[in-house]
């Protein structure tokens, strides 16, 4: 019987102790792994109605599938996983504004969160799992939520005043 690493009902250690045959995984590089996920990403913005979750579920599957299926001296590997997961930071902040305030707050959230720096996107998303955890009620969430997202605008606007220049603006959506 031919085993598959990863595949089947026992470990693959247990089948190599029984005498199965176990097929080594194919390794993939980053990437490849990195170009697919960017390709996908290409052809659902062109789409245009994807929701937010799709965007975040195929980004949390290949950030998996670089963990998983390529080998960890690939020397894109670490760089592949930090733009991923800096992409799903941006999708996380993207999808509580939807998910967790008011239609009439969208616009306004859309604006300061694409004018936001990615540390204060991680701060957001910090504070955002935490309140989910805490199981805070509703409305006082949605009060907390629109409270730290003006807070990115507030900071954005002082450090662009500090520094005198413009900022990258390379974020999503």
């Not at 009620?137 to 997202?149: F, R």
Request: aromatic share 8%; proline share 5%; hydrophobic share 40%.
């Amino acid at each position: 019987m031919l085993t598959s690493v990863g595949i089947g009902t026992e470990p693959v250690w247990q089948a190599i102790k029984n005498g199965q045959i176990v097929a080594p995984r194919v390794m993939k590089t980053a990437q490849a792994i990195l170009e697919e996920w960017q390709a996908s990403v290409d052809y659902l913005e062109e789409l245009d109605q994807t929701p937010v979750s799709t965007f975040r579920s195929l980004t949390n599957s290949s950030i998996k599938q670089i963990e998983s299926e390529t080998l960890a001296d690939d020397p894109l590997r670490q760089q592949a996983l930090q733009i991923l997961r800096n992409f799903e930071t941006i999708v996380f902040a993207v999808a509580f504004l939807f998910d967790q305030t008011p239609k009439s707050f969208w616009k306004q959230g859309k604006r300061l969160l694409a004018n936001a720096t990615l540390e204060q996107l991680e701060a957001f998303r910090q504070k955002a799992e935490g309140w989910m955890l805490a199981g805070l009620p509703e409305p006082k969430q949605l009060a907390m939520a629109t409270e730290a997202i003006t807070h990115i605008a507030t900071q954005t606007n002082k450090t662009l005043a500090v520094s005198g220049r413009k900022k990258n603006r390379q974020c999503w959506p």
